[in-house]
């Protein structure tokens, strides 16, 4: 499974670790920047991660922010995409398995470490519930 991630300053610390805690999962990673933490656009890095999902070059991906609502506010522009704010594992398992989320938005200013590694392993280990859900979900994009 392939994995877009992207961060602005404020999540590239967080990033890193994101990167290490994916990698070490197996999961092969395209990292979509920033690559430092000098001050940047969010929207440039929540564009380039939900691109890559919605025309899936990647099969999900993982924003970083500082609140997370801007990277989330923007992906969510994309129609394909189900981008979900995730402060805690259950959020996150909930995120995929009642709205087939395939962005994971992390808040880096007000999640630890060991809260992101948790989310994280919430996120990528959650399936879909289908269902009920899945009306749900199929109401949710514009046409």
């Given at each position: 499974m392939k994995?877009?991630?992207?961060s602005d300053?404020?999540?590239?610390?967080?990033?890193?670790?994101?990167?290490?805690?994916?990698?070490?999962?197996?999961?092969?990673?395209?990292?979509?920047?920033?690559?430092?933490?000098?001050?940047?656009?969010?929207?440039?890095y929540a564009?380039?991660?939900a691109e890559s999902v919605a025309s899936n070059k990647t099969d999900l991906g993982v924003l970083i922010c500082g609140s997370a609502n801007?990277?989330?506010?923007?992906?969510?522009?994309h129609q394909k995409i189900?981008?979900?704010i995730c402060w805690n594992a259950e959020i996150a398992s909930l995120a995929v398995q009642h709205?087939?989320?395939?962005?994971?938005?992390?808040?880096?200013?007000?999640?630890?470490?060991?809260?992101?590694?948790?989310?994280?392993?919430?996120?990528?280990?959650?399936e879909f519930e289908g269902g009920r859900h899945a009306n749900r979900v199929n109401k949710i994009a514009c046409s």
């Amino acid at each position: 499974m392939k994995i877009a991630i992207g961060s602005d300053h404020a999540g590239f610390d967080r990033k890193s670790l994101i990167v290490s805690w994916l990698e070490s999962k197996g999961f092969a990673v395209e990292d979509l920047g920033t690559h430092s933490t000098d001050s940047v656009d969010y929207p440039d890095y929540a564009h380039a991660v939900a691109e890559s999902v919605a025309s899936n070059k990647t099969d999900l991906g993982v924003l970083i922010c500082g609140s997370a609502n801007g990277v989330a506010i923007t992906a969510n522009k994309h129609q394909k995409i189900r981008a979900a704010i995730c402060w805690n594992a259950e959020i996150a398992s909930l995120a995929v398995q009642h709205n087939d989320a395939n962005i994971c938005c992390i808040p880096a200013r007000f999640t630890s470490e060991a809260e992101t590694n948790d989310i994280m392993e919430a996120f990528f280990s959650a399936e879909f519930e289908g269902g009920r859900h899945a009306n749900r979900v199929n109401k949710i994009a514009c046409s």
